[in-house]
């Protein structure tokens, strides 16, 4: 290291917080801009893939954009629901695959996908361990959710009660990991998937229970009316389902009007495409969107956002370089002595100003690494946490 | 030896001017400027050094016409020739005692910062009484100990000239027996030339020769 780069560090390291401080102000208007920049375009281009790879969604009427981000990114806002039936009336049309989705409970903070087996081959998502769901009660989870659970194949998730001060509400329900996907980068990695009728069985609308017919029973009984038993509160409800209760497991009421928050439409072709979305533009009992359009609407929202923030930060960054070069010139100014000092024992006006620039060289270079450094963690991270954010 | 002859010297921004007929300081010898304020005392040390010029006549120090040579030539004779001690030390805040006295190397690419330097550093230090404080910044140090350091950079090169400005100025009697002792007892044992610009008339006696500035009638406004 040659003599004044030394000595400019030593000056640094010296006035080690006005330095922090100066670098830290340079490092975030260098990143700012920037950084947001990636930010949003890497997160737009998740949504928008992952939008563009779901021809058609159907769903309750209401905001389309809570209805994409519910069925695609499993927001936590849960949209009004349509009957499984809308699931039968898109497979008879012929035009389409239908894949319906009930996604409105949690295991923690991970979202409890019920669905159909058809959605993992819709969203290639290949299994890493185990096997997909096959019977009631059984689970597979996203990579993602199986390392925030902690939980593996051969282990258990409990779905999360919705308020825990509703005691009639629902109740957990203890589900065997039959299985993990691979990572894939989507939303898909932090869900827990299953058969949509598990969901139907957390919601309440399906359960079992101790069969009344036994004897051990008897005390769950609290009075026959000809061939139909009524049973009191003491009756023991399953809250998991194992091969010895499943055959207890039964649903109350007509399934097919049993509840779906969306169901993804997957045309044959366009033309397909474009006759189902005929079929639904009345809208008054159920909506059709692309979610492409959805999403490009809210993007062009976000972009101008974006546009506003970057040309605020632009500013603010303009007004930083301006008074860290005051820092700069005062500090100079204040160190006209040491400059004359330098100067008396042998200091060329080169070497002198190759030390005061040399503190310079270091504060932007330390301030542009950590902005490289904070710019390719927030490509890197940054959708991922955009997402937690914002819920998604 | 330093030899001045019909020198003179004016600040563009002030009524001062110096001027000098004639002017020798013998090699190895230690000389005192005693005047008043605003005599020219600093001014003509400055002038030896090279770090002025003069508007006329000549300064020649051990053979070197400094009057003659370029900014770049007057610089390399002070890295190689003088050593400078200031009244207020001068020594950098943010470098430690071992980096101060090691500074002249820090600053000049001419000279090559080797072990064998920072052992005579160390040596240096050892000698004036603060080896135990190489590490140390300077304001954790006494005014003596600054001076010391300050002492220990000029002649870390061991320049055949030693110029000094008040450097027992801001001491107290006893720090300032012991910067004395230490500038003494270095220029006896190196055949250093020591010129030194002092108000202090107590310390007078130590130096061989003492040149009153009054003497030169050479301050105030020309005619």
């Not at chain 1, 044959?268 to 959805?294: E, F």
């Not at chain 2, 002492?151 to 055949?160: F, G, Y």
């Not at chain 2, 110029?163 to 044992?189: A, C, M, Q």
Request: net charge negative; hydrophobic share 45%; proline share 5%.
């Amino acid at each position: 290291m040659s003599g004044t780069s030394y000595l400019a560090l030593r000056y640094l390291v010296f006035h080690r917080w006005k330095t922090a401080v100066l670098v830290t102000a340079l490092t975030l208007i260098l990143f700012l801009p920037v950084g947001l920049r990636v930010l949003v375009r890497q997160s737009s281009e998740q949504l928008t893939s992952r939008a563009e790879a779901t021809p058609l969604l159907i769903g309750a009427p209401g905001s389309p954009t809570e209805l994409v981000l519910n069925s695609l990114y499993f927001g936590s806002d849960v949209p009004a629901t349509i009957p499984y039936t809308e699931s039968d009336l898109v497979e008879g049309t012929g035009l389409a695959t239908p894949i319906p989705l009930y996604v409105r409970f949690r295991v923690r903070e991970q979202p409890i996908v019920g669905t159909t087996p058809e959605y993992y081959g819709f969203r290639n998502l290949e299994l890493a361990d185990g096997r997909l769901p096959a019977i009631l009660g059984e689970a597979v989870l996203g990579a993602a959710a199986a390392r925030a659970l902690e939980v593996g194949v051969g282990e258990h998730v409990i779905s999360s009660p919705e308020s825990v001060f509703d005691i009639a509400g629902v109740y957990p329900l203890r589900m065997l990991v039959t299985g993990v996907l691979e990572f894939s980068d989507t939303p898909d990695d932090n869900a827990v998937f299953v058969d949509i009728k598990t969901a139907w069985v957390i919601e309440g609308l399906g359960h079992g229970h101790q069969d009344l017919a036994r004897p051990e029973a008897a005390a769950g009984v609290l009075r026959r009316e000809g061939n139909v038993v009524i049973g009191n509160a003491s009756v023991m409800q399953y809250n998991e389902i194992t091969s010895e209760n499943i055959d207890s497991f039964h649903f109350h009421g007509d399934p097919s009007a049993f509840p779906a928050t969306a169901v993804i439409a997957v045309p044959a072709d366009d033309k397909a495409s474009a006759l189902l979305q005929g079929r639904y533009q009345d809208g008054s009992t159920v909506q059709i969107v692309r979610p492409d359009a959805v999403m490009a609407d809210l993007l062009g929202t976000v972009f101008t956002v974006e546009r506003y923030v970057v040309a605020g930060a632009a500013i603010v960054g303009l007004a930083t370089l301006a008074t860290a070069l005051l820092v700069f010139l005062l500090s100079l100014r204040q160190r006209s002595r040491e400059r004359e000092t330098l100067s008396k024992i042998g200091g060329s006006p080169a070497a002198i100003t190759a030390l005061m620039g040399s503190e310079i060289v270091f504060v932007l270079a330390t301030a542009l690494t950590l902005a490289a450094l904070l710019t390719w963690l927030a490509s890197r991270y940054g959708a991922e946490a955009a997402r937690a954010v914002v819920g998604l | 030896m330093i030899g001045i002859r019909d020198l003179e010297f004016a600040y563009t921004d002030s009524d001062f001017r110096l001027r000098i007929e004639e002017l020798s300081v013998a090699p190895a010898s230690t000389t005192a400027f005693i005047g008043p304020s605003g005599s020219g005392k600093t001014t003509l040390l400055n002038l030896i050094a090279g770090i002025l010029l003069p508007d006329s006549g000549t300064v020649e120090t051990n053979g070197t016409v400094v009057t003659d040579l370029s900014e770049r030539e007057r610089r390399a004779f002070r890295v190689e020739g003088v050593g400078l001690v200031f009244q207020e030390f001068e020594l950098l805040e943010y470098l430690t005692v071992l980096d101060n006295i090691l500074l002249p190397y820090r600053i000049n690419s001419a000279l090559r910062l080797e072990p064998a330097v920072r052992d005579r550093a160390a040596a240096l230090a050892e000698r004036v009484g603060i080896a135990d404080k190489l590490n140390r910044l300077p304001r954790r140090l006494s005014q003596g100990e600054r001076q010391r350091v300050a002492v220990c950079r000029a002649v870390l090169t061991d320049p055949p000239l030693l110029l000094t400005d008040e450097p027992t100025g801001n001491l107290d009697p006893v720090n300032r027996e012991k910067v004395l002792d230490i500038l003494f007892d270095y220029v006896h044992e190196s055949g250093t030339t020591l010129v030194s610009v002092t108000h202090d008339h107590e310390i007078l006696e130590r130096f061989a020769e003492v040149v009153d500035f009054r003497s030169f009638h050479a301050f105030g406004p020309s005619a």
